[in-house]
């Protein structure tokens, strides 16, 4: 059974610029992990540096319980000796083989009955049988993520490293691969690392989430921790829209158009503090804030409502589940306690 794959204090640079800083992550065998952020934060790098594309500058790699790369030591193997699996956006196929040829290529005795039956064995697994023919020009966006994850899984990796592989999908299709992939991951247990810049791909796909900003991992959890309980406002903001509200901390207290909200511990008498409500949180309730309403949309399960609200500087989100009032309704607004997050400025 894999140990899966576990980053120990990993830090490097390109040239007088640190793309990661003392970055630690442990994925078993079996789970997800997802490397969330922002474009330029870092989480590439730390898959690169992961593969051994890169070469490890601090800290240590250890995949499968082996030592795969130590700084200290000058230790660095190959990618190809590192037990890893690699998928990217664009996929690399190779225009010049067929589906089939592109899963067997790299295994012992390429070529073999047996190097074929695993070959096929995967495409089946990835619902691409059907396709062991045909060239990769041929296929779909879709169906080319199905063949590079079966070529992928080919060496039976203990690892399976994933940059951004469903962005180039449109919306509808990129869920049902997502879902198919996720199920393949599972089943073959290996452990996972999926670089992704969507949170709710991270939250859709992951057991685990860590968000990185400017080369730190900031916070690490569940994706209910991380959309729950965000310890500051980027990872809340990040994690999913919210509103955003400022009020003066005034005897442990912050005024808001719901009542008193009790302040941070971190905001001193007099001070700063910012208010988030996630859209969600803001509930049609009897007694509460009166709203107005700016507009609104349906979007197919749900609708999407702006609301003005006397003592906020701007238009609330919030979401509807019944019909879409029209603008210049009023609306009585409460807030779900567990959608409502508050951090010093």
């Known amino acids: 059974m894999s140990k899966g794959l576990v980053l120990s204090h990993v830090s490097h640079a390109y040239g007088h610029v640190a793309a990661i800083e003392g970055v630690s992550l442990a994925i078993g065998a079996g789970q997800v992990l997802c490397l969330l952020g922002p474009s330029g934060c870092g989480k590439s790098t730390a898959l690169r540096v992961a593969a051994g594309l890169e070469r490890l500058q601090a800290g240590r790699i250890d995949i499968d319980g082996e030592t795969v790369a130590d700084a200290a030591r000058d230790l660095s193997l190959p990618p190809e000796r590192r037990s890893v699996g690699l998928v990217f956006q664009d996929y690399a196929l190779f225009p010049h083989l067929d589906v089939l040829g592109n899963v067997a290529f790299g295994l012992a005795g390429q070529g073999s009955e047996e190097t074929r039956a695993r070959a096929v064995a995967l495409l089946e697994q990835v619902g691409m049988a059907h396709a062991a023919g045909f060239f990769p020009h041929t296929l779909s966006g879709g169906e080319q993520q199905r063949v590079a994850l079966a070529r992928a899984l080919a060496r039976r990796p203990k690892v399976m490293l994933m940059d951004e592989p469903f962005s180039g999908l449109d919306t509808r299709l990129r869920d049902r691969v997502r879902d198919d992939t996720l199920s393949v991951l599972k089943a073959s247990g290996v452990a996972t690392l999926l670089v992704t810049h969507d949170p709710e791909e991270a939250m859709r796909m992951s057991d685990t989430v860590a968000i990185m900003r400017a080369g730190f991992v900031v916070q690490v959890g569940s994706p209910a921790d991380l959309y ?118």
């Open 228 to 345: 729950r309980r965000p310890q500051d406002s980027f990872v809340a903001a990040f994690m999913g829209e919210t509103n955003r509200i400022e009020a003066t901390a005034r005897g442990g207290r912050l005024a808001t158009p719901w009542g008193d909200l009790p302040a941070p511990a971190a905001v001193p008498e007099g001070g700063r503090a910012e208010i988030l409500i996630r859209p969600e949180a803001l509930l049609v309730r009897t007694g509460g804030a009166v709203a107005t309403v700016i507009d609104g949309r349906l979007l197919g399960p749900y609708g999407v409502l702006r609301v003005g609200i006397e003592g906020c500087p701007g238009p609330l989100i919030m979401r509807s589940t019944g019909e879409v009032p029209a603008p210049g309704a009023r609306l009585a607004l409460g807030l779900d306690p567990a959608g409502v997050f508050v951090f010093p400025l």
